[in-house]
């Protein structure tokens, strides 16, 4: 069993950053490969990013390739979320994901063992 508590979540302007954060818990965490979804109102949950876990390959949805960064901390359990030039489109809950499953690009919602409760995102444009 595997609990996801994310963190950072708030409100920025448009054209900033925000770091969120994803603290695991268990022995396990680098044997699992980690991602981040986020769902907007009235839409689907949406892939972001994801990360092996090692840490060595990463992987981003074209929404948001070259303005965010994932990574992790496996000393730490820990997964970031580094979001910079945001966009009002960018506005939803993030979730944290942990999967045991590889993938060599993006994820499905139901790729995913253990999710996060989510923590909101709110960019003003």
């Known amino acids: 069993q595997v609990q996801l508590i994310e963190s950072g979540g708030g409100l920025v302007q448009a054209g900033g950053s925000l770091r969120v954060s994803c603290a695991a818990s268990g022995r396990t965490f680098s044997s699992y490969h980690m991602a981040w979804f986020r769902q907007a109102p009235g839409r689907e949950r949406e892939f972001v990013a994801r990360?092996?876990?090692?840490?060595?390959?990463?992987y981003y949805a074209e929404s948001v390739k070259g303005r965010f960064t994932i990574s992790r901390d496996n000393a730490k359990n820990t997964v970031y979320l580094q979001m910079n030039s945001l966009k009002a489109e960018d506005t939803a809950v993030y979730y944290c994901a942990a999967t045991r499953v590889y993938s060599g690009s993006y994820y499905y919602p139901k790729d995913i063992d253990y999710w996060g409760q989510g923590t909101q995102v709110t960019v003003s444009s």
């Open positions: 990360i092996t876990g090692s840490g060595t390959n990463t």
